[in-house]
């Protein structure tokens, strides 16, 4: 009777993209926040070169900021509309928990996308290597889209207030936080530094997929 | 034949004991109904005996033989259905139908949807084009329950069935209510609804507590 759990993520996330697609309020306020804060900010800098110490910086934050502006929202909005009940009834836990994960990841690495080349022009720097800013992006997204779908599951199971979010993200994202800034610096050309600043965020990831996927089990079957 | 046990089990919200030191057993094959005013725990009693909610104290198991249904297996064995339940508003029904049932490893092909759909008074047509969000709110209690009957759950929890729906409705629900039960799926129906509680076998009161 049960579909593998491949098949589960699967049917997830087309869910989430089909819905995600039919109602651009989220899209729009993640969108809006990133492409305000880059032109505020480049409007600040004024085409003075700073180092890449501070490019590194500025573009995690405004990474960050655009997740939060959205990723609350993932159970939350099913709470709301009262759908959560029906996929609890309905759906494996794994599937609703990778399913979600994938498609937040798709929505942030989405953003990036159309954010990250009009950082680079606006702000004009210097991109050495592309490759391993490419790979740290990709890995700090994962870590933002994994803590981001289970603190929301929490949030949401615990029935308090969403502003605890944005409290409780910041702390557990920042073991991400801080090598990608490292690494994203050495790609805009700062001191080079050691690859295992990149082992560090996959092996972080990791654990934070593989505990969410414990916990999971316990919110979405409450035993 | 699967069984829900209630042993001993309190529940209280903010305090205020909702239900106060409830046996009960229900087995596959019988309509109970759960019965009681409003506001005396019906719906917490469901929720209960799904397993979406703890109790305080006290246990509340489902059995198979002597098997005891946990986790996913239990959840993969059971519907729900509740007026606070909904379905995808942004998605057509039939999107929803398929995305449900998916969930549960079953994939319907044309003939079977129209066979199911027929069952409970839906038009086929409608299904295809118009989103749950523009259905009138009876067309949306039939879909809940066109999920339900086509999920092949064998443990049916039904929280007022009949809400929302019109006399040829309720005639359905009982026509499928008293199908399932000969199909021995364990039914529990919370009701206010006279002839849904005359169709029970069972009857679990709540009034007193
Ligand atoms: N999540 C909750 N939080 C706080 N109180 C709750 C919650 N769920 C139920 N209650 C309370 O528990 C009591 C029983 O509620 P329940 O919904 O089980 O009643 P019911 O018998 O289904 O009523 P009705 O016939 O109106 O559907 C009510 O007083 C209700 O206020
Ligand atoms: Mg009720």
């Known amino acids: 009777m049960k579909p593998s759990t491949f098949q589960g993520i699967k049917l997830v996330l087309r869910k989430e993209l089909m819905t995600g697609l039919r109602f651009r309020a989220a899209w729009a306020a993640m969108l809006m926040f990133s492409f305000t804060s880059l032109v505020c900010i480049s409007f600040a800098l004024g085409g003075t070169s700073a180092e890449p110490k501070l490019f590194a910086a500025l573009l995690w934050i405004l990474l960050f900021f655009s997740s939060l502006a959205g990723s609350d929202r993932v159970f939350s909005d099913e709470e709301a509309e009262g759908t959560l009940m029906a996929l609890r009834v309905y759906a494996p836990s794994q599937a609703v928990l990778f399913g979600k994960m994938l498609y937040e990841f798709f929505v942030l690495t989405v953003i990036t996308v159309l954010l990250l080349p009009l950082f680079i022009v606006f702000l004009g720097v210097e991109t050495k290597e592309i490759l391993l800013l490419l790979c740290t992006v990709g890995a700090g997204l994962w870590g933002i889209s994994a803590a981001g779908t289970l603190l929301s599951a929490l949030i949401v199971g615990a029935g308090v207030r969403s502003g605890l979010f944005s409290v409780l993200m910041l702390p557990v994202i920042l073991p991400v936080f801080l090598p990608a800034i490292r690494l994203t610096e050495a790609a805009f050309g700062g001191t080079v530094v050691s690859l295992s600043f990149f082992g560090g965020i996959v092996l972080y990831d990791m654990i934070l997929s593989v505990a969410a996927s414990i916990l999971f089990d316990y919110l979405w079957y409450a035993e | ?209």
């Open chain 2, 1 to 209: 034949m699967k069984m829900i046990v209630f042993e001993e089990v309190d529940k209280s919200f903010g305090g205020r004991k909702v239900l106060r030191n409830l046996s009960a057993v229900c087995c596959g094959g019988q309509i109970t109904s759960v019965v009681g005013p409003n506001g005396c725990g019906k719906s917490t009693f469901l929720k209960l005996a799904g397993h979406f909610m703890l109790p305080d104290s006290g246990r509340v198991t489902i059995k198979e033989e002597d098997m005891v249904l946990q986790g996913e297996e239990l959840r993969m064995s059971l519907a729900y259905m509740s007026p606070e339940l909904r379905f995808y508003p942004r998605l057509t029904a039939l999107e929803n139908l398929s995305f449900f049932l998916g969930l549960r490893g079953i994939a319907l092909d044309g003939r079977q949807y129209e066979e199911v759909l027929e069952r409970v008074g839906i038009l086929p047509e409608a299904v295809k084009r118009t989103r749950v969000g523009e259905f009138s709110t009876g067309m949306r209690q039939r879909l809940l329950f066109c999920v339900m009957l086509a999920s092949k759950a064998d443990i049916w929890l039904l929280d007022e069935p009949g809400a929302n729906l019109d006399d040829e409705g309720r005639a359905m629900v009982l026509r499928e209510i008293k199908r399932g039960a000969s199909e021995q799926k364990l039914i529990l129906l919370a009701t206010n609804d006279s002839r849904e509680r005359g169709a029970a076998d069972e009857a679990i009161d709540l009034s007193g507590n």
